[in-house]
């Protein structure tokens, strides 16, 4: 299945990235469907955006959750579970479609709450199995599954609607979850002690720098919110997915009724802004963990990356929605997308920073609050759409978000460890 000379460790990360694809290739065709759901069924904007949001009602319920859980019994465990629930949810989406709008809500919620243990379980794993120098590029390869995940559902999808009608989105992809839940059972444990597999050579490398091969007690969650490290890291987060739920969620809209693409086409024209993220999350992982090895101040290596990360979608998300022609919006956000991912070496990895141990419980406390802005910002902005027509107002909305977080990881972040 994989060469016996391959480092456990990099199996877990590649097999990680690869569950996050599966999670956004599930999460992501609804925003396509919808457009011919929202013609069988009648629905309005407003409903649209209700349909979109009630996914993140369950994704938020179970974040903290989740993490606790993954730091306890492990995060193979949880995250497996976690796949196989929301896989099964994504292939009754169309029967509960069709039995009612209320139907269709719960199992949106249900599936949000299977997807809520992803990141914490695998942030958990990683504290794990993951060394100090390869953090940055490990946690960079697991979110480029985000676009590329994204990148598969837009393009796929429509392919997938016109041929055998937008049910099939749900019954496919939802199938995808459980073949890799059985290759997951098999390849993975929750600690690299564990793994007959392990060398070692890689163990010695991965225990050096990882003090994390005993259970510890996890703070209260009044302990963390103690912590202005802890709320940069929170604030940054909610900031960061109030623009990727935005385009994510409406994005395909924009390109389709906005800037007038043709449906069949609005998969591979959306698909550029996320092939550069896919890409630039990658270089951006390995250039963090370059600049720590090269005797950079960790905290410093992680403002400067989420300078350049938020400066960049900022620029691009309050210029995109006052252009007309979709190949220029297309190419602004190409390069916002390109820029945004360098938060990947700033607050996205900086949980494992100041909370090695914890870090599950910590990515479950800010996913918490970056959950918030799928609820919110993606049911806001369809009735700003509903209200004033305005795309450059719902774009520059998320500008202004980003601007804020910045501002407050500046000024508030650490890369140092705090909780022990």
Not at 372 to 382: D, K, L, M, Y
Request: hydrophobic letters at 55%.
């Amino acid at each position: 299945m994989y060469p016996s000379q391959w480092p456990r460790r990099h199996l877990v990360v590649f097999l990680a990235f690869l569950s996050v694809f599966v999670c956004y290739i599930d999460r992501v065709n609804i925003s396509v469907a919808i457009i011919p759901m929202a013609e069988d069924l009648g629905w309005s904007l407003g409903t649209q955006g209700t349909v979109l949001s009630s996914f993140f009602v369950g994704y938020l319920l179970l974040q903290i959750v989740g993490g606790r859980l993954a730091d306890r019994f492990g995060g193979k465990v949880v995250l497996g579970v976690g796949v196989v629930v929301w896989s099964l949810f994504t292939i009754l989406t169309p029967p509960a479609a069709w039995m009612g709008f209320t139907f269709l809500l719960l199992v949106r919620v249900g599936m949000g709450m299977g997807e809520a243990v992803t990141f914490p379980s695998i942030y958990s794993l990683f504290s794990k199995w993951v060394p100090l120098s390869e953090r940055s590029r490990s946690v960079g390869l697991v979110n480029s599954g985000i676009p590329f995940g994204t990148v598969f559902a837009l393009v796929v999808t429509p392919i997938i609607v016109q041929n055998m009608g937008w049910q099939w989105a749900f019954y496919l992809f939802g199938a995808v979850g459980i073949v890799w839940f059985l290759v997951w059972q098999v390849s993975v444990t929750a600690r690299p002690q564990e793994h007959s597999a392990v060398s070692e050579s890689e163990l010695a490398l991965i225990e050096a720098t990882n003090a994390v091969v005993e259970d510890a007690n996890t703070p209260k969650l009044s302990e963390f919110l103690k912590s202005g490290a802890v709320w940069a890291i929170i604030v940054a987060h909610f900031c960061n997915n109030w623009s990727l739920y935005v385009l994510l969620s409406w994005l395909p809209t924009f390109v389709n009724k906005g800037l007038g693409v043709d449906y069949a086409s609005v998969g591979w024209v959306t698909m550029i802004p996320h092939i550069a993220s896919f890409i630039f999350l990658n270089i951006a992982g390995n250039v963090a963990d370059w600049m720590i090895r090269s005797g950079l101040e960790v905290g410093r290596v992680r403002k400067i990356m989420q300078t350049i990360g938020f400066g960049g979608i900022a620029t691009a998300l309050a210029i995109v929605g006052e252009v007309e022609s979709a190949w220029m919006a297309i190419a602004i956000m190409t390069v916002g997308n390109a820029l945004g991912a360098f938060v990947v070496g700033g607050f996205v990895v900086n949980h494992m920073d100041i909370a090695p141990r914890h870090a599950g419980t910590l990515m479950g406390i800010t996913n918490t609050a970056g959950t918030i802005p799928g609820i919110i910002g993606v049911s806001v902005s369809g009735y700003i759409l509903e209200v004033t027509g305005s795309w450059a107002l719902v774009f520059q909305v998320a500008s202004g978000v980003t601007l804020v977080g910045l501002v407050v990881f500046l000024l508030l972040s650490s890369g140092k460890k705090i909780f022990d």
